[in-house]
Nanobody
Framework: QVQLVESGGGTVQEGGSLKLSCAPSRRTFGRYAMGWFRQAPGKEREFVAGISWSGGTTTYADSVKGRFTISRVNAKNTLYLQMNSLKPEDTAVYYC???????????????????WGQGTQVTVSS
């Protein structure tokens, strides 16, 4: 069964940058909307950013607007999350997810996403 695999997490100082990647373990991306979510210790998982299949439409949580950029290169079967100006409150496990029922922009509703990765840890030190 196809899985999503995230990479690129790590530890960075406040103000630094990281770029996360997500790719399927096999097969290619379908015409799916995709999204990034995160879960901090002791908190519920929350929406970070979503992108349509074409990449032409994106949406962001208010907490990351202007700092994070979601993108995808379908020819490489890869989804990205560029994270700049990182803050300690960005510390979390980051998950990519696919909404295989639609190609339009992925929204914030987690129940719409039916394929999830295992997550990658991002730690921002102050």
């Amino acid at each position: 069964q196809v899985q999503l695999v995230e990479s690129g997490g790590g530890t960075v100082q406040e103000g630094g940058s990281l770029k996360l990647s997500c790719a399927p373990s096999r097969r290619t991306f379908g015409r799916y909307a995709m999204g990034w979510f995160r879960q901090a210790p002791g908190k519920e998982r929350e929406f970070v950013a979503g992108i349509s299949w074409s990449g032409g439409t994106t949406t962001y949580a208010d907490s990351v607007k202007g700092r994070f950029t979601i993108s995808r290169v379908n020819a490489k079967n890869t989804l990205y999350l560029q994270m700049n100006s990182l803050k300690p409150e960005d510390t979390a496990v980051y998950y990519c997810a696919a909404d295989r029922s639609r190609s339009v922009v992925g929204g914030a509703r987690q129940d719409l996403y039916d394929l999830w990765g295992q997550g990658t840890q991002v730690t921002v030190s102050s």
